[in-house]
Nanobody
Framework: VQLQASGGGLVQPGGSLRLSCAAS????????IGWFRQAPGKEREWVSY????????YYADSVKGRFTISRDNAENKVYLQMNSLKPEDTAVYYC?????????????????????WGQGTQVTVSS
């Protein structure tokens, strides 16, 4: 079971990037997927989440209206479209997956609740 994040890079403020999270060894549509990010010297923080059961999506306030998470089960991938990027979006972005039951309705905000992680992809927003 592996996840691989890709699509990061250097972009100017106001620009866009699309991150991909590819799965190998398992079918992604049975797993809920979260995106997290970690800036230098900071804790890893939750960014976005898409449910496996009903496709519901959630976003951190800091990215709401700018980022869009989606899944393509045929390609076994989840995407994070990032628009109107800001310098404060600079971080290593990770995708994480979990297929188990969680009692809390907001479990996806806790990185410790995810069993599987990708290796991260660097996003740098700078002029």
């Amino acid at each position: 079971v592996q996840l691989q994040a890709s699509g990061g890079g250097l972009v100017q403020p106001g620009g866009s990037l699309r991150l991909s999270c590819a799965a190998s060894g398992f079918t992604l549509d049975y797993y809920s997927i979260g995106w997290f990010r970690q800036a230098p010297g900071k804790e890893r923080e939750w960014v976005s989440y898409i449910s496996s059961s009903d496709g519901r999506t959630y976003y951190a306030d800091s990215v709401k209206g700018r980022f869009t998470i989606s899944r393509d089960n045929a390609e076994n991938k989840v995407y994070l479209q990032m628009n109107s990027l800001k310098p404060e979006d600079t971080a290593v972005y990770y995708c994480a997956g979990d297929g188990s039951y969680h009692a809390s309705s907001s479990w996806y905000k806790d990185r410790h609740e995810f069993a599987y992680w990708g290796q991260g992809t660097q996003v740098t927003v700078s002029s």
